[in-house]
């Protein structure tokens, strides 16, 4: 079946490509548009060829589904060469979203045109590889080298104004429809061809490649080397782009085709494309249906403290007006300099220009009243943590609440059910569980009851994608998905302290394996007293028979809350100062713990805390999963790698144990039951996705 159609219109050929829903550059598309595009050479009643995309987009890069399957950049580089010596003017018209291998075909013609809202990007970086058909070299030579590492390296696409003044279009398309690019297109086209314009190869135009200085290019990688810790394709990119201002075209697009080669049989090209694919899968509704969403336009928030705020934030950056609602003028005001406070911050650190956070702030109006907010579509709710408190909101909000409005609640530790109890719409309630700081970080669990309707869910998750953010779907549950699993593998680190570790060392091997920050240090920072006090509140229904490490109670009970004390498991030389120093009172304090519990301290090695928390990460993804907690092992990927830090390039902890072998994980988990007992005891999960060798296969019923 023809996918890609030659029309005639006066002596210019019409290309277009209609693969949908994104006009991928599958195969079978790419083949039959180099024989239309051979056609089009030979025809000589043809003076010119337009490419454009048919349908909502210009073509949005090569076939996700494909990625594995060898040989395919000789392909694409066939295509784009053929583009790149048209014996006569090739124009590539967009609309949409021009991507990846889209883009990269545009830059091999003479001309390029495109509606005024398309964006462009070469997003490749993303999924750990690099534009591996001329991108890298066809770039530098249109924006320059530093413009092109930034867009080359941030994978962001650009808007269409910003690609015209950088010189990737020569002219932006007035309107907003296929027929007006079309008709634009087409003008644009006999203009050139009425003038003479020359038939001008991108790799001939070497002019902003002179003089460029070769410390510019150390100086960017050195510029982000916190941001590319670990990851291969950026540096990959760094070269290229220097090749193409230091060597010659040829030179630099066999260096260019050597990196994409070696990128393409990676590891961290599959687990980066893995957590892509698998975000995508995390935000639908396995049995959605045809379930439609309820329109959100309007937010409220209950309470302005450090979430409330930050929820705030996050809907008002995506456009929303939002309302918060707190208990004092007071409080309001707390909230509103907390929030301009971080709007500085984000616009010191260039992540947000200062208009745009002027009016996002002025998108939030602060309240004293729920009947203001009684029309607003969702109302999410982040008051104190406290059964009582949430309960009265949540009867009230029932009260005044439009029929129909989705109630969220932000809650981390609380049964959602029972807030959804004191209302008369038990399927209205969800769980909206958003990560600190609330306003930047991507992880957001939308957590369902039994009550929960369909509707609800599918509304909460579109509403997710709207602010930017990324949803998994929870069964409620203590501590969900995130947080239960962190307390499984933090209990592991805590007994190894005993075993002979120190809080230094476990901090240094997380880090070595790529996660952000230590275990301990994070306590340190997020204050040691909040979880000090919901221990002290369990103390009595904890269960006795299992073991149990007092060593963060006992740093506690010496007023050591982390940061804000000057000192917690590390030393600090101030208060608030973040300069952790390793404390040989806390090595003493750990030390005399583990004699009194008649624990025998050795050497332990970096290898065996990796396995030791990882082991752990898996043993309670795997519970979660057979619970129902989470939908799919791959959720549990996709809440570590956005929530918890955990490095992207290996794609998770459930994607590293079935990269390491699911048998071997299992047998490992096994020996560790017979050795620490029931902490470990294997989910029936984790034993039957050994036998079948993945977790999808034994997810599926
Ligand atoms: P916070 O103490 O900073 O803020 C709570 C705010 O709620 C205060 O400003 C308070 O005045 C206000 N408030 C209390 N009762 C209210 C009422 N009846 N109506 C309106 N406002 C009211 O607390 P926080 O850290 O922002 O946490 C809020 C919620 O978010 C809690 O449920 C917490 O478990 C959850 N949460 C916190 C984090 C975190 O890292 N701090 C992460 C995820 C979820």
């Known amino acids: 079946m023809s996918n890609v159609e030659l029309r005639l219109s006066g002596g210019l050929a019409i290309l277009s490509v209609d693969n949908p829903p994104v006009n991928a550059l599958s195969t079978p598309t790419l083949l039959r548009l180099m024989d239309l595009i051979k056609d089009a050479y030979k025809n000589p009643a043809i003076e010119g060829v337009i490419l454009i995309g048919s349908g909502k987009t210009f073509i949005t890069g090569a076939d996700l589904q494909e990625f594995g399957q060898p040989m395919r950049y000789p392909r694409r580089r066939s295509l784009y060469e053929l583009v790149d010596a048209a014996p006569k003017l090739f124009v590539v018209a967009m609309h949409g979203h021009a991507l990846g291998g889209g883009l990269e075909l545009a830059l091999a013609a003479h001309y390029r045109v495109?509606?005024?809202?398309?964006?462009?990007?070469?997003?490749?970086?993303?999924?750990?590889?690099?534009?591996?058909a001329g991108g890298t070299q066809r770039l530098p030579r249109i924006v320059g080298p530093k413009a092109a590492l930034e867009i080359l390296t941030s994978g962001k696409p650009i808007p269409a104004d910003e690609a015209l003044a950088l010189g990737i279009l020569d002219e932006l398309i007035v309107g907003n429809s296929f027929d007006a690019l079309l008709r634009g297109a087409i003008e644009f086209t006999r203009g050139a061809l009425a003038r003479g314009a020359p038939l001008q190869r991108v790799r001939d135009s070497n002019e902003r490649l002179r003089g460029v200085d070769p410390a510019m290019f150390v100086e960017f990688a050195t510029a982000q080397a916190r941001k590319w810790a670990g990851l291969v394709a950026p540096q990959a990119i760094v070269e290229c782009v220097e090749a193409a201002c230091t060597r010659s075209w040829d030179e630099g697009y066999e260096i260019e085709g050597r990196h994409a080669n070696q990128l393409r049989e990676s590891p961290q090209r599959a687990a980066l494309t893995y957590v892509f694919l698998a975000e995508r899968t995390a935000a639908k509704l396995r049995a959605a249906g045809s379930t439609a969403t309820l329109p959100v336009a309007s937010v409220a928030v209950i309470g302005a403290g450090t979430m409330g705020s930050g929820i705030a934030m996050a809907f008002a950056n995506g456009g929303f007006q939002v309302q918060q609602v707190e208990t004092s003028a007071a409080a309001l005001e707390r909230g509103r300099s907390l929030m301009e406070k971080n709007y500085e911050t984000s616009v010191s650190r260039g992540s947000m220009s200062g208009s745009d956070a002027q009016q996002a702030l002025a998108r939030i109006r602060g309240t004293l009243r729920y009947d203001t907010i009684a029309e607003c579509d969702l109302v999410i709710e982040a008051a104190?943590?406290?059964?009582?408190?949430?309960?009265?909101?949540?009867?009230?909000?029932?009260?005044?609440?439009?029929?129909?409005?989705?109630?969220?609640?932000?809650?981390?530790?609380?049964?959602?059910?029972?807030?959804?109890?004191?209302?008369?719409?038990?399927?209205?309630?969800?769980?909206?569980?958003?990560?600190?700081?609330?306003?930047?970080?991507?992880?957001?669990?939308?957590?369902?009851?039994?009550?929960?309707?369909?509707?609800?869910?599918?509304?909460?998750?579109?509403?997710?994608?709207?602010?930017?953010?990324?949803?998994?779907?929870?069964?409620?549950?203590?501590?969900?998905?995130?947080?239960?699993?962190?307390?499984?593998?933090?209990?592991?680190?805590?007994?190894?302290?005993?075993?002979?570790?120190?809080?230094?060392q476990i901090d240094g091997a997380l880090q070595r394996f790529g996660l952000p920050m230590g275990i301990y240090l994070m306590r340190d920072m997020s204050g040691l007293d909040i979880a000090w006090s919901v221990r002290k509140y369990r103390e009595g229904t904890r269960d006795k028979s299992l073991r149990y490490s007092p060593v963060a109670d006992r740093i506690c009970e010496l007023g050591r809350f982390g940061q804000k004390t000057g000192a917690g498991y590390y030393k600090y030389a101030a208060i608030g100062a973040r300069q952790a120093v390793p404390d040989p009172l806390i090595e003493q304090l750990i030390e005399r713990t583990a004699n009194e519990l008649g624990i025998e301290r050795r050497a332990i090695s970096d290898t065996e805390i990796l396995e030791r928390v990882l082991l752990a990460i898996v043993k309670e993804g795997a519970r979660v999963v057979g619970e129902h907690v989470a939908e799919r092992a791959s959720d549990i990927d996709v809440?570590?790698?956005?929530?918890?830090?955990?490095?992207?390039?290996?794609?998770?902890?459930?994607?590293?144990?079935?990269?390491?072998?699911?048998?071997?994980?299992?047998?490992?988990?096994?020996?560790?039951?017979?050795?620490?007992?029931?902490?470990?005891?294997?989910?029936?999960?984790?034993?039957?996705?050994?036998?079948?060798g993945s977790w999808k296969a034994a997810e599926s019923p």
């Open 114 to 132: 495109a509606l005024e809202d398309t964006r462009l990007g070469l997003p490749e970086v993303n999924v750990g590889m690099i534009p591996g």
């Open 639 to 692: 809440t570590y790698v956005n929530g918890y830090g955990f490095p992207r390039y290996r794609g998770g902890p459930m994607f590293w144990a079935e990269t390491e072998g699911l048998a071997a994980i299992a047998d490992k988990v096994e020996t560790l039951h017979e050795r620490h007992g029931q902490y470990w005891e294997p989910a029936a999960l984790l034993l039957r996705a050994a036998q079948l």
């Open 384 to 504: 104190f943590e406290d059964l009582c408190v949430k309960q009265a909101i949540f009867a009230e909000l029932d009260r005044v609440m439009r029929p129909g409005a989705l109630l969220a609640t932000n809650t981390s530790t609380l049964d959602i059910e029972k807030l959804a109890a004191v209302t008369r719409r038990p399927e209205s309630v969800v769980g909206m569980h958003f990560f600190s700081p609330a306003n930047v970080m991507k992880l957001l669990e939308i957590v369902h009851t039994p009550r929960t309707s369909q509707q609800a869910l599918v509304t909460a998750l579109g509403v997710a994608k709207a602010i930017g953010k990324i949803p998994v779907l929870a069964r409620n549950s203590d501590g969900f998905i995130g947080n239960r699993i962190l307390a499984a593998y933090s209990r592991q680190a805590d007994f190894l302290l005993e075993e002979g570790a120190t809080p230094w």
